[in-house]
Nanobody, 125 residues
């Protein structure tokens, strides 16, 4: 099973930026999708972005579209999430994991219930 390590979180003021990294141990298939998820205190975990490995098609939740950008470095098995114009409502623990593929693209549905440690993002107002 692929293991993920998230990093890059921190405390930032509203309007600031952070870049998260998701390092994967290995992939058993060249065709896969990786997604970023987040969970705020008292709320359910939500999928916010994903990227498909072959064509690098991406998908974003409405809450982050236009502010966040997902990318990948296949040589390093790493996926990034560039977060700009951060808002206090972006405060959450951010996780990455594999996601289901559909019609050649990725979805915001995780393939597993096993999650890593995540990385905390706190945005102050």
């Amino acid at each position: 099973q692929v293991q993920f390590v998230e990093s890059g979180g921190g405390l930032v003021q509203s309007g600031g930026s952070l870049r998260l990294s998701c390092a994967a141990s290995e992939f058993t298939s060249d065709v896969h999708g990786i997604g970023w998820f987040r969970q705020a205190p008292g709320k359910e975990r939500e999928g916010i972005s994903c990227i498909e490995s072959q064509d690098e098609t991406t998908l974003y939740a409405d809450s982050v579209r236009g502010r966040f950008t997902i990318s990948r470095d296949s040589a390093r098995n790493t996926v990034f999430l560039q977060m700009n114009n951060l808002k206090p409502e972006d405060t959450a623990v951010y996780y990455c994991t594999t996601v289901f593929l559909l019609a050649g693209g990725c979805t915001l549905v995780s393939t597993t219930d096993s999650w890593g440690q995540g990385t905390q993002v706190t945005v102050s107002s």
